[in-house]
């Protein structure tokens, strides 16, 4: 008994790709049908795709020759374009790095100012300290002559 199915369960009955059996049956190895939109494989009880005649060994070897020719366009493409991405992200590690610095760097900067502004603080509480302590006329002029600040 024939059933129909649509690529993707024929895929997976037989244990290919999907596109491995949408070439099948554009080369007509499989017969196929277009309903509602969506393509359907013909396959038999044992879930075999049953096709519009079965392909010689010439035919075959030639279909074969054909993916392996695909396969290997593909994984050119596909070396290509991880060398691509190792080099963006080499490029994209040097910039980590340099930001990673550079944030460093902002972050010892902004230590430092910031132990500046406590020391001025601490500065500028001893002097108002000084000011709101009781002063007689005396010692004021000698803290004047000598540099003292009041």
Same mark, same amino acid.
Not at 59 to 86: H, N, S
């Given at each position: 008994m024939e059933k129909w199915y649509t690529i993707n369960q024929a895929a997976s009955i037989v244990g290919v790709d999907r596109r491995t059996i949408e070439r099948r049956c554009q080369r007509g190895e499989y017969e196929s049908k277009k309903e509602s939109g969506r393509r359907l494989v013909l396959m038999d009880a044992t879930g075999v795709p049953?096709? $519009?005649? %079965? %392909?010689s060994r010439q035919e075959w070897a030639l279909a074969l020759e054909q993916e392996l020719a695909q396969c290997r366009d593909q994984i050119g493409r596909d070396t290509d374009r991880i060398a691509q991405l190792a080099q963006e992200n080499g490029l994209l590690t040097e910039d980590l790095r340099t930001e990673r610095q550079r944030s460093e760097r902002e972050r010892e900067r902004t230590d430092q100012l910031l132990m500046?502004?406590?020391?001025? $603080?601490?500065q500028l509480q +001893?002097?108002?300290?000084?000011?709101?302590? %009781?002063?007689? +006329? +005396?010692? @004021?002029? @000698?803290?004047l002559l000598i540099g003292v600040p009041l």
């Amino acid at each position: 008994m024939e059933k129909w199915y649509t690529i993707n369960q024929a895929a997976s009955i037989v244990g290919v790709d999907r596109r491995t059996i949408e070439r099948r049956c554009q080369r007509g190895e499989y017969e196929s049908k277009k309903e509602s939109g969506r393509r359907l494989v013909l396959m038999d009880a044992t879930g075999v795709p049953t096709g $519009a005649h %079965p %392909p010689s060994r010439q035919e075959w070897a030639l279909a074969l020759e054909q993916e392996l020719a695909q396969c290997r366009d593909q994984i050119g493409r596909d070396t290509d374009r991880i060398a691509q991405l190792a080099q963006e992200n080499g490029l994209l590690t040097e910039d980590l790095r340099t930001e990673r610095q550079r944030s460093e760097r902002e972050r010892e900067r902004t230590d430092q100012l910031l132990m500046v502004a406590q020391q001025n $603080a601490h500065q500028l509480q +001893l002097q108002l300290e000084q000011y709101r302590q %009781p002063k007689g +006329l +005396l010692i @004021r002029l @000698r803290d004047l002559l000598i540099g003292v600040p009041l």
